[in-house]
Nanobody
Framework: QVQLVESGGGLVQPGGSLRLSCAASGFTFSNYAVRWYRQAPGKEREMVAHVSSTGDSINYADSVKGRFAISRDNAKNTVYLQMNSLKPEDTAVYFC?????????WGQGTQVTVSS
C-alpha cells in the first residue's frame, strides 16, 4: 500500500522554526523526486521546494529561498523540510508529493500556523 505521511506541523510564532517530515512506504522511494507544496485558505496550491531522486538537484519557490531547506534520506524513505524565519504568510497546509514520470503520490497534509 502506497503511503506518504507528513508530520511536524503545528503552531509557531513569527520568526520561529519547524521541521516537516514526509515518510514514504509501499514504493521505491529512491526512484522518485519529491516536492513540498502548500495551500493556504482561498489560495491555489503552490510548489515550495523540490528535490530530485538522488538529492543532487534542489529548487525553491522565491518566497521561501534562504529560509527553507529540503533534504532527503533515502535509507529512511523520508524527506524533510526545515523551515526557519517563519512568517504569518507561511501559514498553510503543507503536502508532500512524490513523482516519477507520469506517476505521482500525495500525502494527506500537515497544518502549519504562524501566529503570535
Amino acid at each position: 500500500q502506497v503511503q506518504l505521511v507528513e508530520s511536524g506541523g503545528g503552531l509557531v510564532q513569527p520568526g520561529g522554526s519547524l521541521r516537516l517530515s514526509c515518510a514514504a512506504s509501499g514504493f521505491t522511494f529512491s526512484n522518485y523526486a519529491v516536492r513540498w507544496y502548500r495551500q493556504a485558505p482561498g489560495k491555489e496550491r503552490e510548489m515550495v521546494a523540490h528535490v530530485s531522486s538522488t538529492g543532487d538537484s534542489i529548487n525553491y519557490a522565491d518566497s521561501v529561498k534562504g529560509r527553507f531547506a529540503i533534504s532527503r534520506d533515502n535509507a529512511k524513505n523520508t524527506v524533510y523540510l526545515q523551515m526557519n524565519s517563519l512568517k504569518p504568510e507561511d501559514t498553510a497546509v503543507y503536502f508532500c508529493n512524490a513523482r516519477m514520470m507520469l506517476r505521482a503520490y500525495w500525502g494527506q497534509g500537515t497544518q502549519v500556523t504562524v501566529s503570535s
